[in-house]
Structure formats: C-alpha cells, structure tokens
C-alpha cells in the first residue's frame, strides 16, 4: 500500500482496513474527551469522524482510546531478556514505544552489543528507538569491556532508529569541557542528548546545560528538579524496581509546566513489568494521586513524542501511526486492548500476536576471570573504613565512616552491625582487578550473593559474609558464562545464568521472571529484607551516582570524581 491509498481511505473514497466505532477518544493534542470513530488503514490511523466504511469493524461504546504509551528513557537489559521477550512483557501493558540505551551491553561489547540489541528488535512487535551510549566506559575509575569514543559512535549517526545521544553521564567532564565529551555532543549536536546530572546545580548545572543537553531524569527532589526544568531540561519523572521517583515528584507537575515532563522507568526487573506494568503503571499511580488523567496520559506519550521528534507517534491523528490502547475506565487506568501499526497485539494483560522468529547470533564470551586466586582478604591499615551505605528505593548511597572489625590482622564483615564485605572482580580482561569495600544495609546472616549484573561497567560484584562463600559465588558465575549467584559456603543455593554478555538470557521472560523471584526468596532466607538486592547491588559499583561506590579499581567518591583509601 501507499499514501495514495492512505488518501483514498481518508477521504472515504475506498472502505479502510479498520474502524474503531464509538469510543471515547483521548485527544493529547485538543485536550479533550471526545467521541469520535477512528478509521485505521495501512498502519496509519487516517481519519477520525463518522460515517467511514471498512472491512472489519469494533465496537468500543463506553471504552476510552488513547495514544499508545512511549517510555523515554529505559535500559531493557535491566529486564534480563532480550528485546523481543521485554515486548511480550510491556505491549500488554499499552507500551508501543521505547526509547532505550543500551550502553549495559555496549559496556561489556561496545558496538557488537548495541546492534545485537538493534538485531534482535528489528522487524518486532514494539517500536525500539536507540540513543548511542555516551559514556562507555562511564568514566576512567572503572574497567569496562569496551570503549566507545567519537569515531565508533559515528556509525550510528544515520541508523534510522537511533535517535540521539545517550545519557552524559560524566556531567563533570561536560561542564568542565572534556574533549572527548564534547566531540560527541559535536556529533549529535543536531539529534537529541539526554542528561544525567544527579545532584548538579548552579554554575556547573548551567554550564552542562549551555553544552546542548535536553533531558534529565535523575531528579529525587522538586527543589532539584525545577531548578532543571527552570533550565530548560525537559524532566523525565522516572520510577523503576529500585529508584522511585514519581511519588516524590507529584507535587512539581502543573497544568502550566507539564508538557516538559514525560514518564520513563530506567530499569525495572521481570517481575514489576509483568505484575504492575510500566508507564501504564505510572499514569495509574500518578492519576491515584490526583493529577489529571488527561496530562498523566499526556506525559506518557504525546510529550515523549514531541521531545524526540517522533512525529507520527504519541497521539492519535490522521497521519500518526495507529499505535492506541483502549481503557475501560480512566481513573483505573488498565489497559484491555493494545494496537501496534493497527494490529491488534494484546488483549486482557495477554499476547495475542506472536513475535517474529529470529536468527542465531553469536556473541563472544564476556566472563573473563583471572587465574589468579580469588583474593578478598583486607589487611587492617587503620581502625576506621569507609563504607558504602545503601538507601531504601534510591540508588544514591550514603558515604560513612564506620569502625572496623578486626580479626587476626585482617578487616572481616560485621553481621551484628549490619556491614559486609563487598567486592569488584574485573571480568573483562582477566586483569586480576578486585576492588575491595563493605558495605551497609544488605542484611545477610551468612553465604554471599554475586552477579554480572553492575552498572555499568558490569565487572563481578559479590557482597558476602565471609570470605569462602564469595569465592564460591564467583566461581559459579564463571563456570554459567555470566549470571546472578547465591551461595552459602561451598553450597550454590539459587542461580539464573545470563549468557548474553552476563546480563542476558534468551528464555522467556516468564521464566527468567520465576528463577530472579527464587533468587530473591532465597536473600530474604539469608537476611536480607530489600525488595530485590540483586537490582540494588547492581548499582552499587556505579560511580556517577553520588556518593560513594565500588568499582574493581577501589572506591570512588563521586562527589569528587576521585579514588579514595578504604581506610581512613
């Protein structure tokens, strides 16, 4: 079909391939609630009104229609399966759109993993839009799996599905004009350049800002966020498995400001995607609390759309691709039908379309481990440490200065207090890199948990009691290719191999979602009462997020940007 079709079914001149009768429209781009026919032919939606023929029809009385949802900002490595399997989790869910950066994986492969991830969308059932990963590696304090300067992000510049540049999360390098930072934003200067800026403000936040930045979704309070969005920084409200924001950031959303405010998750695991959804989610949890159904809709969708340019996505509009969902109630907003390109994908929280088969790709192996023995001893140099202190549904951490237990010479895990040994292990290169830590807040009684999974130089993190179980939990890891681990002593209790660069499985997302909840069962046995403290050790190693972190060349303090001893 052609546009000349396309015409002919818009003016009424040859019966569509689809209309929608009688419901309610939701119009993002009017403001208003309508009812309207919705004629759909060749993909597109055409037309909007009565009296339009086609060759199958529906019946929506009393059902709401609106725009497809579009997440802003998510990393769909942090679902722990490949794109097809996070469409099947989240298009019944009213998802139609995402736009991703996969710099976990460019992290570990560079650019092999981002077009295996370009690969394995191509031709599917969700609409994947790409932002070329900016800071990989995130910084120098780190040993990542790849590089990506200028030069290599270059190719990317005229793939139809990338969009712009990801995430620049050395905000320091930005604003203080780093060279090679810069260079990229050359590049892009023309695309759109997302933000990662916690904390930042004042001249600096200007200065990162006046480098062309767009986005920002790592606000945690209103005073934050306003300032950014005083800036010029669209704000991406973002609520994911471990660092909720959207309740926080309620209160700065107004009739006034909040066409430069979208919805984005970040990173949420299987289970929150198939349980509770995911911009679905947030729009529900956002109208619950009292915003308008029509702008919490509107930040879904519609403003996403207009951000990234996305001209025929976010609204439902002659021209506009027909990705629409259809809602029996607004104030519960759930959705019940789910149409991509005017095929009809989901109905009842269910797939109704199948994905694509897909060819085999080979990918090289990512789990490197040195020969060498596993190390984690920490000889005693002073009588107080530095330690990492996790916070409840944040991935920022607390930087604190705590005594030492002492034994025999050498500084051990703490039960009592609540302090455990934590460690990097370089897995790239096999370097023999371990960067040694403790950390607050994890609650295990005994054993140790472990996993590929570390933002975002995805080295080995393993946080344990004692030094035997650690070892344990590595070596499992290596011998899966890459995965999460919980063991006890000498004893493997629970494991989810991820073969895909460590962070990966190919296997349906139900059942990776049941071996990640019996991994989870398994810490809460141990002592630990998180949520999922595998999501939160994967960020602890994550050294752009305040305030201090681990990665395999020792502790960060990220408020400094520098290295710092263990000891104090």
Known sequence: MTLVDRLAAARGDRPADLVLRGGRLVNVISGEIYRSDIVIHDRHVVALGSGYRAENEVDLTGMYVCPGLIDAHVHIESSLVTPAEFARAVLPHG????????????????????????????????????????????????????????????????????????????????????????????????????????????????????????????????????????????????????????????????????????????????????????????????????????????????NTARHFGLRKYGAIAPG???????????????????????????????????????????????????????????????????????????VVTEHLLERARIVDGLAQSDTGRDILKFAMVERHRASGNIGLGFIKGFGLRRGAIAGTVAHDHHNLAVIGVDDDSMRTAVRAIAEMGGGLALVDGDQLLASLPLPVAGLLSEAPIETVREQYDAMIAAAHEMGNRMSDPFMVMSFMGLEVIPKLKLTDRGLVDVEQFKLLDLFV
């Open 95 to 302: 998802v139609t759109t995402v736009v991703t950066d996969p710099h976990e994986i460019a992290n570990v492969l560079g650019l092999e993993g981002m077009r295996y991830m370009l690969e394995r969308a191509k031709n599917g059932l969700l609409n994947m839009f790409v932002m070329a990963s900016s800071c990989v590696p995130a910084t120098d304090m780190e040993t990542s799996g790849a590089r990506l300067e200028a030069e290599d992000l270059a190719q990317l510049l005229d793939h139809p599905w990338v969009l712009g540049l990801a995430e620049l999360m050395n905000y320091p390098g930005v604003a203080l004009g780093d060279e090679g930072m810069l260079d990229k934003i050359a590049l892009y200067k023309d695309k759109a350049l997302d933000g990662h800026a916690p904390d930042m403000t004042g001249p600096m936040l200007n200065a990162y800002v006046a480098a062309g930045v767009q986005s920002e979704h790592e606000c945690a309070s209103v005073a934050e966020a306003r300032e950014k969005l005083r800036l010029g920084l669209t704000i991406f409200i973002r609520e994911g498995t471990t660092t909720r924001n959207l309740l926080p950031l309620l209160p700065l959303i107004t009739a006034e400001n909040h066409s430069a405010i979208c919805f984005c998750t970040d990173d949420r695991i299987p289970a929150d995607l198939i349980d509770h959804g995911s911009i679905d989610y947030m729009i529900r949890l956002a109208i619950a609390e009292g915003i308008d159904p029509l702008m919490a809709i509107r930040m879904g969708s519609y």
């Open 320 to 394: 506009t691709y027909a990705d629409l969902l259809i809602a029996p109630d607004l104030r519960d907003f759930r959705p019940q039908q789910v149409y991509r390109g005017g095929r009809l994908v989901a109905q009842a929280g269910e797939m109704v379309a199948a994905s694509p088969a897909r060819r085999a790709i080979e990918l090289r192996g990512t789990v490197n481990i040195s020969a060498h023995p596993l190390d984690f001893s920490v000889p005693a140099r002073g009588e107080r440490i530095r330690v990492i202190g996790s916070v409840k549904d944040q």
